[in-house]
């Protein structure tokens, strides 16, 4: 039986369904922004969202008189009430799926990042200590995989939820001087922002281009630097450059909030337009301001870092943080995988050779050299990549630049990913296609047939992109691949096994990256970090996620790792002199001073 999501709601949250009304959305504005709230919003914004309380209002002698009670309520008990409000909420998407119902759980799934996102802009302290609460409940609604389909619905979801907060730059029009002017508006009431992340919503996810619609994605991705890296919210800057969209039906559509033109800015004409953005942050911002670039497409993203590697405090994170979240995982593999004791002892085979393969390969080139010594050309032959075209090898006129390093000599070129797999025989699989049931039963039986412990990281998010999905893979593999996904997975009993699928979330590293680097006052982010990243996250594993078959930490324990990942990370640009000045030994307590905690004064 169908049942309505209004419906759902009403049952389990006690009658008090949430909705949404368009008019208490923040207007959008072209070229400008939309401020959050901040700790004393408005008690009338709280009472008109159906949260009863605000943090301010109700936690501090000025709380507002008349128009609430007056009696004191502590932070524990909003908290509290939150969570029972959102417990309600998954409690419906639980009967939902039971009952079958892939619509109505998709629907109230956008509910409830509705309803966390407006809370998260009118009391960032409630809704960060109940993130921090319930993590790996609630990180698949805050992020991945229902902030992709928060952005397809942008108009229904977002535009209802005060998302438009951030900055919203028309790349076509705008200056550098009016990058400027914009960028210190913001500064006026956020005047000590310490991390941006800028999209051109152009690869959003394995979604494709959405153009401004991708908003989402660098506010979510600011959420996790905040809760898993303590990042003050109030010093956190969300950005989507308007650069067009290449996707008609987005672009036409109705409720489609930028510019209708397509992506026809030249390289040269992106380049000068990012070289104003960049050059314009740093003017208002400051010089070692984190700068973290998310989702631009392939053509772009590789010269976009390249560019700005050395010239500012920036990395990409679909390229560098999923590299050592990757790596991470590979490195603490190794403990699970019989006969294969070191990275260089492995066949590595991608599908997908964009932003994210690439990005893998060479971090996992540059952790063979440090494991045996062996030069860049050597680590490289240890792994291979399939396109769309097929196997990369040498012989394959044409190729782009990224893909150059690892086109190996070989006999023969085989087309499809199967045939590469049967002609290398690897025994590590990692996909970023953004395909999905492209890992398929013939492919992951052979490799059960060539190697005992299979390593399969199916990493292309949203989960209805994955290459395979947990059960299939350890079905496949008789039980004994090591499998990793980008979205997460149940766990799957496996001839009488439990085994625990690992979520290789770039979460685990870049808040601690980004939280290390602004500790350490960092000048740049190097590939070093990144390592010492992947090292430091295969460091924290423990033995009862190994016995499990998992090769990440419990995602309660993130906020800790991260500090662990920032500490070695400040304590390195310190050594090296790209940054502040400090002792190794006291990295530990600059890392906590920079951490933001919930409802504090």
């Not at 996790?224 to 008609?248: R, S």
């Not at 062996?374 to 990224?402: F, M, W, Y």
Request: aromatic fraction near 8%; include cysteine.
């Amino acid at each position: 039986m169908k049942v309505s999501a209004i419906a759902l709601l009403s049952l389990f949250t006690g009658g008090a369904a949430f909705a949404f009304s368009p008019a208490k959305s923040a207007p959008f504005m072209r070229n400008g922004f939309s401020a959050p709230a901040k700790s004393g919003t408005s008690t009338s914004a709280y009472i008109d969202h159906g949260f009863g309380s605000p943090s301010s209002p109700l936690t501090h002698p000025s709380r507002a008189k008349g128009v609430v009670p007056m009696g004191y309520v502590g932070p524990d008990v909003q908290v509290d009430a939150a969570w029972q409000r959102v417990k309600g909420m998954l409690d419906a998407i639980t009967a939902a799926k039971e009952a079958g119902d892939e619509d109505l759980e998709a629907s109230l799934s956008l509910t409830v990042y509705s309803h966390l996102q407006t809370l998260s802009s009118i009391s960032p302290s409630t809704f960060y200590s109940l993130l921090l609460a319930q993590l790996p409940l609630l990180m698949p609604f805050v992020y991945t995989p229902v902030v992709g389909a928060a952005c397809k619905d942008w108009y229904g979801t977002i535009g209802h939820t005060g998302l438009e907060t951030g900055v919203y730059i028309d790349g076509f029009e705008s200056s550098k001087s009016d990058m400027v002017r914009v960028l210190s508006t913001y500064k006026e009431s956020h005047p000590s922002v310490q991390a941006i992340v800028v999209t051109d919503g152009e690869r959003i996810l394995g979604l494709g281009d959405l153009g401004v619609h991708g908003m989402g994605i660098p506010v979510g991705k600011l959420h996790l630097y905040t809760a898993c890296g303590g990042i003050d919210p109030a010093k956190c800057l969300p950005v989507t450059m308007d650069l067009g969209c290449n996707v008609e039906a987005i672009r036409d559509a109705p409720g489609y909030m930028g510019t209708r033109r397509g992506r026809d800015l030249s390289s040269d004409e992106f380049d000068k337009v990012m070289e104003n953005f960049m050059e314009a942050a740093m003017e208002v911002f400051g010089r070692n301001t984190l700068i973290q670039f998310e989702d631009f497409g392939n053509k772009n993203a590789f010269r976009l870092l390249e560019d700005w590697r050395g010239k500012s405090t920036s990395f990409n994170d679909d390229i560098q943080g999923t590299a050592s979240v990757v790596v991470g995982g590979l490195l603490a593999s190794l403990k699970l995988t019989e006969g294969i004791d070191r990275l260089a002892d492995h066949t590595f085979v991608f599908l997908g050779a964009g932003e994210a393969g690439v990005g893998i390969a060479e971090l996992l080139a540059y952790a063979i050299q440090q494991e045996t010594g062996c030069t860049p050309a050597e680590a490289r032959k240890h792994i291979n990549l399939v396109d769309s075209k097929g196997l990369v090898t040498a012989e394959r006129e044409n190729l782009q630049h990224h893909k150059q390093p690892f086109a190996h000599q070989r006999s023969t070129s085989p087309t499809t990913f199967e045939e590469s797999v049967k002609l290398l025989n690897p025994t590590a699989i990692i996909g970023v296609s953004a395909t999905p049931n492209t890992f398929t039963e013939p492919i992951l039986a052979h490799m059960a047939a060539t190697t005992t412990n299979p390593v399969v990281f199916a990493l292309s998010n949203p989960t209805s992109q994955a290459e395979c999905t947990a059960l299939q893979a350890y079905t496949w593999t008789e039980g004994r691949c090591v499998f990793s996904s980008g979205s997460p997975f149940d766990k799957v009993v496996i001839n009488g096994v439990t085994k625990v699928p690992g979520q290789g979330n770039n979460a685990y590293v870049f808040p601690g990256i980004g939280l290390g680097a602004i500790a350490g006052g960092a000048t740049s982010v190097t590939e070093k970090d990144m390592y010492t990243a992947a090292v430091t996250l295969a460091g924290e594993v423990g033995e009862d996620r190994l016995e499990v078959g998992c090769c990440y930490p419990e995602l309660e324990r993130i906020r800790e790792v991260s500090e662990i990942i920032a500490t070695r990370i400040c304590g390195d640009v310190w050594e090296e002199g790209r940054g502040g000045e400090g002792e190794r030994e006291n990295a530990r307590e600059k890392v906590r001073e920079c951490m933001w905690t919930p409802f504090q004064e």
